[in-house]
């Protein structure tokens, strides 16, 4: 995959192999496992470290590996140019790689921003435990990596930002109503918002879409094939990347894979019926609907949302939750 990139890469299956080659070549970057099969890589950087006279003592270091823990990163940090933690994203590792190499300062994954979840309905302390779950995120390194794949930008995606706070407040606003007011269950609903448009965070025009099966047919022929592609398997992307990371809370990928379905079938990309809807996705794809409702209409209400959707959501679950988000206005 690197070799598909970059002019010239050598590559060393053994530390030995590693440090003649580094005693050989002068590098531009050195990509680093730290298990390998002969003995620690670690031992490169200590060559690295202890010889100031080798070619490449001033050469950036990207650690690779899958046994890195928080301690590890917090006290190396500052030593490497980059670290990538296994299973990663081949996007993220060329980026790396890239910015390393054209003197771009690595992106610090500590910088996830927090939503503000303080509308549209009054929570009491819900900014304060939502701070928490955040806090939690960026002391794990392979969730800090996954949300950070989220390409959010401090300065111009109010619009994104917006709609993930105003998801988590709706959400857990209705799942109080249900009594499923548990800190577990909020904390889903702060993974679920935070990730489950992060395949299309970088296109604001797909972000605004809602539609049913029926209605992204009729868009397909007025769309660019890829675009169209990519919006009907956001919710599929995102949650495969998220079952990968067993970090994460269980029901966050089954939310994020269902918040586009209709409980007529009508949905997508499953098409799934009522009954194969969770209720915790229940939940959120109402919130879901609700927050695009807001942002459609800026003299809503609850009684008129509620109104509108009274034939779109059918089935037991629906129908809790609509009561339980009537009880909010």
């Known amino acids: ?5 970059f002019e010239k890469v050598e590559t060393a299956t053994s530390v030995e192999m590693a440090l003649q080659k580094i005693q050989e070549n002068i590098f531009s970057c050195i990509l680093l496992d730290i298990h390998l099969k002969d003995r620690n890589g670690a031992e490169v950087l200590k060559f690295l470290k202890d010889n100031p006279e080798n070619k490449n003592h001033n050469c950036p270091v990207v650690i690779l590996s899958g ?3 928080a301690q590890f990163v917090d006290k190396n940090k500052n030593r490497f140019a980059g670290i990538i933690i296994k299973p990663f994203n081949n996007d993220s590792l060329i ?3 890239q910015n390393i190499l054209s003197g771009k300062k690595e992106k610090d ?4 921003p927090s939503p503000n979840c303080q509308l549209p309905f009054p929570i009491p302390q ?3 435990k939502v701070n928490k779950v955040m806090d939690q995120v960026k002391k794990n390194n392979k969730v800090k990596q996954l949300f950070s794949e989220l390409k959010i930008d401090r300065n111009t995606d109010a ?7 105003m998801l988590i407040n709706v959400a857990t606003g209705i799942s109080n109503k249900l009594e499923w007011n548990t800190d577990k269950t909020l904390e ?3 993974y679920a918002a935070y990730l489950h448009d992060m395949a299309i965070a970088e296109k604001p025009e797909l972000l605004r879409i809602q539609a049913t099966t029926i209605e992204l047919e009729l868009m397909k022929d007025k769309m660019d094939s890829r675009d169209y592609k990519l919006l009907f398997d956001h919710a599929t992307l995102a949650a495969n990347k998220i079952d990968e990371i067993i970090e994460v809370p269980q029901d966050v990928g089954i939310m994020v894979r269902q918040h586009h379905e209709l409980p007529r079938g009508n949905g997508y990309p499953l098409r799934l019926p009522f009954g194969k809807i969770t209720p915790l996705s229940t939940v959120f794809i109402v919130a879901h609907d609700l927050v695009d409702y807001i942002w459609a209409n800026p003299n809503w209400t609850v009684k008129g949302y509620c109104a509108s959707v009274k034939t779109k959501f059918k089935g037991p679950h629906f129908a809790k939750v609509l009561y339980a988000l009537s009880e909010l206005s």
Do not use: P, R, S, T
């Open 1 to 5: 995959m690197i070799e598909n990139q």
């Open 67 to 69: 046994i890195i823990n």
């Open 95 to 97: 980026e790396m790689i």
């Open 109 to 112: 994954y500590n910088d996830i």
């Open 126 to 128: 819900l900014q304060d």
């Open 159 to 165: 619009f994104l930002m917006a709609h993930i706070g």
């Open 188 to 190: 889903k609903f702060v």
